[in-house]
């Protein structure tokens, strides 16, 4: 939602979507990975009067911040999707007709507990211990309007159906059986504001706005052009394979979502992904609390590709993960050691290190650093270790296991390291110098610490893309990392006799104290 600048929460999900997307490419699927923003609703124009600007000038605003954030954390995606384009509400007006003259759309005056900040209804069951709003544990105001309704119930025994009979439908299965338990006493939505303004106009009754329901919820199909002359896209990419949300909006994504899509005879996603929240110090984000990080703060201190792996390799993705941040006075970030330790640890030392031992010492001291022949007595169970650890990560991405996934590629880094510490190839090197029938065992060595490196650079660059492309640079492989698929991942694919390159450290071991410095200048 667009009221309000991106913060660590929302660059986690975009994080680990990535992570998604890129790994299915890499698997050589034909991916269209669509983000965005709602940008309608109560609380856009507020923030755009609190400004003294205009709504639409507001969004663009924070829409612009979005796309750089998200630019500086290579975020992959196709199209980022706003709903003030005319696209989008053009589609939706045509979906708001439809399902009001299939008559699941009728009018009806209705009084409820509001909460502006929720733009939302909500009855007293649903309310905190207090009787306040569940979200933002404020009083809620009783309102009375006259809105359009959605038949959602017309369709709530189907979308159990559909979960029973689908049990990969809603993930992880903690929260598909909340669904389930929700779905009982589900009652018709409002699906029109009267007090709102900044929104899409009702078709033929302007004064009211139509809501997120049925606005922002169908961006997905809008951005498809779904609705319009030119479906293409919508007919290649629809359904989708996973959608990503957060759990505190699962409910509109497992419920009212596909009763939408049941309404207009399409088909469901085949899953809808619930993961957690980040955590500051066990605290939900807030402004209140001061506890908001910018991602481009963390950025610039832990580079991209820092601030990914943490969050992939910490957050057991489906759960929620806790961000322990130190802060300054002025609430502004301080550091998080977990994170520089955990880095610094696996990024600088157990990756950075063994590529640069072996490409920027011994390869370019002795072999003028031209990868050498392999030889297969050097490999050791490496070929079975490769294979299997493939196995395994496409196995736990498909459950969408992403922290299982990078930990098993760092199984083949820390025995890439153990292999190096075991063989000492720089005794090795030695020894060659010495004895020349033992070159093509030190040569052989060395070959498998570079075709590891290689394999490595593959299966973590949905993760790290940015140091992948450095290793692969390094390593002197003319093709483009970009190009390969999952059948590259193959042992024995590195062609002797090409050149590596030396370069800069993939990723510098983190100093807070120089780190701090660098933030304040």
Not at 196 to 204: E, N, T
Not at 402 to 407: E, P, T
Not at 484 to 513: A, F, H
């Amino acid at each position: 939602y667009s009221n309000a600048a991106p913060h660590l929460g929302h660059a986690y999900e975009k994080i680990t979507s990535d992570v998604i997307a890129r790994h299915q490419r890499l698997r050589g699927k034909d991916v269209y990975f669509l983000i965005g923003v709602d940008e309608h609703g109560s609380k856009n124009e507020k923030a755009a009067k609190e400004k003294g600007v205009t709504p639409q000038e507001h969004c663009d605003e924070i829409a612009q911040k979005y796309i750089e954030t998200w630019s500086k954390l290579g975020i992959s995606y196709d199209y980022f999707i706003r709903t003030t384009e005319e696209r989008h509400q053009e589609t939706v007006k045509k979906i708001f007709i439809k399902l009001k003259e299939q008559g699941d759309i009728y009018k009806k005056s209705y009084e409820g507990l509001y909460c502006t900040g929720c733009e939302a209804f909500y009855l007293e069951k649903d309310l905190d211990e207090n009787n306040n709003c569940p979200v933002h544990h404020r009083p809620l105001e009783t309102v009375t309007e006259e809105n359009y309704f959605f038949k959602i119930t017309n369709y709530t025994a189907r979308i159990k159906e559909h979960l029973i009979n689908n049990p990969s439908f809603v993930e992880p299965e903690s929260r598909r059986n909340e669904v389930l338990n929700l779905l009982d006493d589900f009652q018709d939505i409002s699906i029109s504001r009267e007090t709102v303004k900044w929104g899409i106009k009702v078709p033929d009754d302007e004064s009211q706005v139509i809501y997120v329901w049925i606005d922002a919820l169908n961006n997905y199909i809008t951005a498809l052009n779904y609705f319009t002359d030119h479906d293409e896209l919508y007919k290649k990419y629809w359904p989708a394979n996973v959608q990503i949300v957060g759990k505190d909006i699962l409910k509109f994504h497992a419920i009212i979502w596909p009763a939408n899509l049941m309404a207009l005879g399409l088909e469901l996603p085949k899953t809808v992904y619930s993961h957690g929240f980040i955590t500051i110090g066990g605290a939900k984000i807030s402004k209140t609390v001061g506890n908001v990080i910018n991602p481009d703060d963390l950025i610039e201190k832990y580079q991209a590709d820092g601030l990914r792996y943490f969050l992939s390799r910490e957050v057991n993705f489906g759960n929620d993960g806790d961000f322990a941040a130190e802060f300054n006075e002025d609430k502004t970030f301080k550091k998080c050691e977990i994170l520089e330790n955990r880095v610094n640890a696996d990024l600088a030392n157990s990756l950075g290190n063994s590529l640069n031992r072996i490409v920027a010492s011994i390869l370019a001291k002795n072999c003028d650093g031209i990868v050498p022949e392999r030889l297969l007595e050097a490999e050791k169970d490496f070929s079975e270790f490769v294979e299997m650890t493939k196995i395994k990560v496409a196995e736990n991405m498909d459950k969408y296991d992403l922290q299982a996934s990078i930990i098993t590629v760092w199984d083949l880094v820390n025995k890439l390291n153990k292999y190096i510490d075991t063989e000492a190839p720089w005794n090795l090197a030695k020894k060659a110098n010495d004895d020349e029938s033992t070159r093509p065992y030190f040569h052989g060595v060395l070959y498998t610490c570079l075709e590891t490196l290689r394999i490595i650079s593959l299966l973590a660059s949905p993760y790290i893309p940015t140091i992948a492309g450095k290793i692969w640079h390094q390593l002197g492989i003319e093709e483009s990392i970009e190009s390969q698929t999952w059948n590259d991942i193959t042992w024995g694919l590195l062609k002797s006799g090409i050149i590596t390159q030396k370069g800069d450290v993939v990723y510098p071991r983190v100093d807070s104290k120089l780190a701090d410095k660098s933030l304040k200048k």
